[in-house]
């Protein structure tokens, strides 16, 4: 029997994405995720502190690379990865039970509203999964309920659009030459959480303080060479790319093409990318 998790409503489309079109690509691209986010991964695990004794939280685990190596860490605690996407889930079972980290668990739920219990964590983590809250003020509040005073949350989210060269650039090939408006400040993007002020505002509201924010710079993998970073980017963008008459698309994507040959480097395909590590603490 299939369960589907209790969500708010602002949540209702993340629930249909996540467990649909969005959680079946990722899932497949699960490996090239995690290539992409290799020059901050070890940035955001060594930011969250834990200790071999910690209860960690991972928020928006997707395939549950987080989850995993904080379990590793935390051998004598344990590691709760939650995530909407159940296909994503599935892999992330499937890849702990392989390293047989029996203190790594996973459960589909929605942050926002799900019952963690009350100081229940050491550290709560998050590598792309706080941006997309339909309301992250009462998210955050939620999220630290559930760690205890003195815990730590430890976020990895997107700078600002034009701070990220990646993405900017696909975004603006795609458009086939459209002008395309910012992405809503308030709406579940990738670039929610990209204003310090904001977040900081944010945090501070549901019950968190020192809250810090630093700057990371490290280049995105997209692909070992031309053929395979322009397939898994042209499938990512493919909503974008199939709102242009044939002719535009045409040109789009050929354009697409020779600038990912411009980016191709004796490590594959890498453009530039900029993140905020945000680090806070629970009052």
């Not at 959680?23 to 290539?35: K, L, N, Y």
């Not at 159940?86 to 790594?104: C, F, G, I, V």
């Not at 698309?249 to 990912?260: E, N």
Request: proline share 4%; with cysteine; hydrophobic share 40%.
């Amino acid at each position: 029997m299939t369960h589907t998790p209790a969500v708010d409503s602002s949540n209702a489309d993340q629930l249909r994405s996540w467990d649909g079109a969005s959680g079946a690509f990722w899932t497949e691209r699960a490996e090239r995720f995690d290539q992409g986010m290799a020059g901050y991964h070890d940035t955001l695990l060594r930011a969250a502190g834990i200790r071999p004794d910690s209860v960690v939280l991972d928020i928006g685990c997707g395939s549950g690379q987080v989850t995993r190596d904080a379990a590793r860490i935390a051998r004598e605690g344990s590691a709760l990865g939650v995530d909407l996407s159940s296909t994503l889930l599935a892999l992330a079972r499937t890849l702990a039970a392989k390293d047989q980290l029996t203190n790594a668990m996973f459960v589909q739920a929605d942050a926002q509203v799900h019952d963690f219990g009350a100081a229940r964590f050491d550290v709560a983590v998050s590598r792309h999964g706080t941006m997309f809250f339909g309301d992250r003020q009462a998210a955050f509040a939620n999220i630290a309920r559930a760690i205890r005073p003195g815990g730590r949350f430890v976020q990895l989210t997107w700078q600002a659009l034009d701070r990220n060269e990646g993405i900017s650039t696909f975004r603006t090939i795609a458009s086939g030459g459209r002008e395309l408006p910012p992405p809503p400040p308030e709406a579940p993007t990738p670039f929610s959480l990209s204003d310090p002020d904001r977040v900081r505002q944010l945090l501070r509201g549901a019950g968190f303080v020192d809250v810090e924010m630093t700057g990371l710079t490290a280049p995105m993998y997209y692909g070992r060479d031309v053929d395979d970073a322009f397939h898994f980017i042209a499938s990512h963008f493919a909503s974008a790319f199939g709102q242009l008459d044939d002719e535009s698309r045409v040109r789009a994507l050929d354009a697409l093409k020779a600038d990912i040959a411009d980016h191709l480097t004796d490590r594959g395909v890498l453009y530039g990318a900029a993140h905020w590590l945000i680090h806070a603490r629970r009052a």
